[in-house]
C-alpha cells in the first residue's frame, strides 16, 4: 500500500511503500528524537520511518538510536516506547516491586518528586509537562479551579482552602495515588492523579491487573480547552503512565456517567466506555485503555 503525506510540516520525508517513509537528512537537524517524533506526529499513517546510516551515523544522536532499536529502521510504537528525554526518572524495575505474599499486590515504587515528564507536542506546537504538584506554590490555583462551576458540578470538591490543603496532603502521603500539576509551556493549566487500581475503590467493579493505572483528571485554564489540547495532555498523561511502569497494560477511568465533556474525546484517544456501574457516591463509566492500541493508533 503506499502513502501520501502531508507535507505541510516539512519536504524531508520520502514516502515508501507498506506506510513506510525515509527521513532525509539536511542542515537544521539537531535533536534526531524530536526529528522522528514531529514525522510520525505529523504523519500518522506512517508505521515504519527509515534512516539510512550513510546519512545519519555521524549525528550526536545516533548511538542512542542504535542502542534503544538497533539501528535506523524505527517503528513507530517502539520509538515511543522508549523513555528518551520524555520521561524524567527512571522507570520501575521488577526488583523494586516485589508482590506481597499476603496480598498478591506488588510493592509500589516510592513515588518521584518534581518534574516526572516533559515532551515537546510537534502537533500542538507547545510543551506539555507533569510534576508532583507542590502545596506551597500550587494550592491557591488549585482551590481557584476546584471552585470554578463545571469543576465542582463533577469533582463536589469547592472546599475551604484547608480542606484542600489536607486533601493534598494526602494525596502525597496516599502510596497509590500520584498527585500532579499539568503545565504547557511552564504554565500550570490542571490537575491529574494516577493511582493504582488494585489498591483503589475501584478494584471491587472490575477485574483488575497488578499493574493497572487509573487516572483521574481536572482542567482549570478555560484558554486550553477543547479537542487538540485534550489530544495532548490526556496523550501526554497516558505516555507517562506506560513509560513510567513498562508492565502497565492497562488504564482505567470511573469518571461520573453523564461527563458527556469528557466521553466525545475518549476513543480517539485509544479509551473505550465498557460499561455504567453504581459506587456508593455516584453512577460511574468504566473506560478502559490499552498498552497496544495507543502505541498503536495514539502516538
Known amino acids: 500500500m503506499s502513502i501520501t503525506l502531508d507535507t505541510r510540516p516539512r519536504t524531508d520525508i520520502v514516502p515508501l511503500q507498506d506506510a513506510a517513509a525515509r527521513l532525509e537528512r539536511d542542515a537544521t537537524t539537531e535533536s534526531l528524537i524530536e526529528r522522528i517524533d514531529a514525522a510520525f506526529a505529523h504523519h500518522p499513517e506512517l508505521a515504519l520511518l527509515i534512516l539510512e ?27 515511543y516506547q522508549q523513555p528518551w528525554d520524555w520521561l524524567r526518572h527512571p522507570p520501575t524495575r521488577p526488583e523494586q516491586t516485589p508482590f506481597e505474599t499476603g496480598s498478591g499486590h506488588p510493592r509500589r515504587p516510592a513515588k518521584p518528586s ?92 472490575y477485574p483488575w491487573a497488578s499493574f493497572d493505572r487509573g487516572l483521574h483528571l481536572l482542567v482549570g485554564e478555560e484558554d486550553v480547552r477543547g479537542a487538540r489540547f485534550v489530544d495532548a495532555w490526556l496523550g501526554g498523561l497516558s505516555h507517562y503512565a506506560y513509560l513510567a511502569e513498562p508492565r502497565t497494560r492497562r488504564l482505567v477511568l470511573e469518571p461520573r456517567h453523564d461527563n458527556h465533556r469528557l466521553f466525545r474525546h475518549l476513543e480517539r484517544l485509544g479509551l473505550t466506555r465498557l460499561r455504567d456501574f453504581d459506587f456508593p457516591h455516584k453512577r460511574a463509566s468504566l473506560v478502559m485503555g490499552q498498552r497496544e492500541r495507543f502505541f498503536r493508533e495514539v502516538l
Open 53 to 79: 546510516p550513510a546519512a545519519w551515523q555521524d549525528h550526536a544522536d545516533w548511538p542512542r538510536l542504535v542502542e534503544a532499536l538497533g539501528g535506523g529502521r524505527v517503528l513507530r510504537g517502539d520509538f
Open 114 to 205: 518534581g518534574l516526572v515528564y516533559r515532551r515537546a507536542d510537534p502537533r500542538l506546537g507547545r510543551t506539555f509537562s507533569l510534576r508532583l504538584i507542590e502545596p506551597d506554590r500550587d494550592l491557591e490555583r488549585f482551590v481557584q479551579w476546584m471552585h470554578l462551576p463545571r469543576v465542582a458540578e463533577f469533582w463536589e470538591q469547592a472546599w475551604p482552602a484547608s480542606e484542600l490543603a489536607d486533601f493534598i496532603a494526602q494525596r502525597l502521603a496516599d502510596p497509590h495515588t500520584l498527585p500532579l500539576i499539568g503545565e504547557f509551556d511552564g504554565r500550570p493549566f490542571g490537575y491529574f492523579e494516577l493511582y493504582w487500581a488494585a489498591e483503589d475503590r475501584l478494584a471491587p467493579y
